[in-house]
């Protein structure tokens, strides 16, 4: 087994590394990691992206929004997170066991004064307070699985852009379990920083599998940046690879009146649009549905469809900044 070091915080660099180790690197051997992202909400293959986060909170603090390889429920990392990824044979007796992964975070753990539990199929606990959940992608003879370690987290915001808005969204996407987190940072007698913890935590697992480094080759670096470009920085795949949805939008708007949308959306496209509300208006609402009709639900494609129409004559005083928070929140 290899270590393959990687001091990048950039979420969608290290979801495509993944996939690169995975794909490319993992033929010949296995590897792990230990890395962590700067502020992003990582959603799960199977999920629908609008129904797990808060949009408004989301954009306001500039938290980056990416779909991972693996199934299961959306989590929210910062650089209090520490991330550990495994990517080896599947199949082999003894290659690939859950709690063997786990036990080295549990033995760094107790040498820090910590007592820390394998809790059901994918979580680790302290007091029964979830502190590392983890995922899993088979394919080919292979497995990915990789897991959180809330360190030092600012679990304020874990909840708060995780928390969706009361606008109605109904998803036949998996939906996430919100489950009673900690930091593991609360519970240690020496309150080291998250840097050391890694360095820690790094000793243990290169004692426990004997592993070797690999460093990536600029050769390496150029296929993840390829793979950054074409997919984990594309709306397609981090919005757009949702399952079919439909979605309300409500909103009381001074001078305005009540205005409520409905969207059905498939792949992020909208295909029906529908207005109702409280609302004045000199024109009826068809031409404008039939422009948004086809549309990506994203702000900048939604600006362009509206670029030659004056919102105003559907819905009385509404200005098309306004309107678009409707649409795109």
């Given at each position: 087994m290899l270590y393959l070091e990687n001091d990048s915080v950039d979420p969608h660099y290290n979801l495509a590394l993944e996939q690169y180790v995975f794909d490319i690197l993992a033929l010949g051997h296995s590897f792990f990691m230990l890395w962590r992202n700067r502020n992003a909400i990582i959603v799960g293959k199977h999920q629908n992206t609008v129904a797990e986060i808060n949009a408004d909170f989301v954009k306001k603090n500039n938290i980056h929004v990416v779909r991972r390889l693996s199934g299961g429920g959306a989590v929210y990392h910062d650089l209090g997170n520490v991330n550990f990824t495994f990517i080896t044979q599947a199949g082999v007796p003894g290659a690939f066991d859950f709690a063997s992964f786990c036990r080295p975070v549990l033995r760094a753990l107790a040498e820090l004064g910590v007592e820390a539990d394998i809790n059901g199929r994918n979580d680790m606990t302290i007091d029964g307070r979830k502190f590392s959940g983890n995922a899993q992608y088979y394919r080919g003879g292979r497995?990915?699985?990789?897991?959180?370690?809330?360190?030092?987290s600012n679990l304020s915001i874990v909840g708060e852009a995780l928390v969706i808005p009361k606008d109605k969204i109904e998803s036949k996407g998996l939906t996430s379990i919100r489950s009673?987190?900690?930091?593991?940072?609360?519970?240690?007698?020496?309150?080291?920083?998250?840097?050391?913890?890694?360095?820690?935590?790094?000793?243990?697992?290169?004692?426990?599998?004997?592993?070797?480094?690999?460093?990536?080759t600029p050769k390496d670096i150029a296929a993840v940046q390829k793979l950054r470009k074409e997919v984990y920085d594309t709306w397609e795949w981090n919005y757009g690879a949702s399952p079919v949805y439909s979605i309300t939008r409500e909103r009381r708007v001074d001078d305005v009146g009540k205005i409520s949308v409905y969207m059905n959306i498939k792949q992020g496209v909208i295909g029906d649009i529908a207005f109702f509300g409280d609302y004045f208006g000199n024109a009826d609402a068809a031409p404008l549905a039939l422009a948004l009709t086809g549309c990506r639900r994203e702000r900048g494609a939604l600006s362009r469809a509206l670029e030659n129409i004056n919102v105003g004559s559907y819905f009385h005083n509404l200005d098309q900044e306004t309107f678009l928070d409707i649409l795109a929140q």
């Open positions: 497995v990915l699985h990789h897991g959180t370690i809330l360190y030092d009673r987190v900690t930091n593991v940072k609360a519970y240690m007698l020496e309150k080291i920083p998250v840097e050391r913890f890694m360095a820690i935590l790094q000793d243990s697992m290169l004692r426990e599998f004997r592993m070797e480094k690999y460093s990536l």
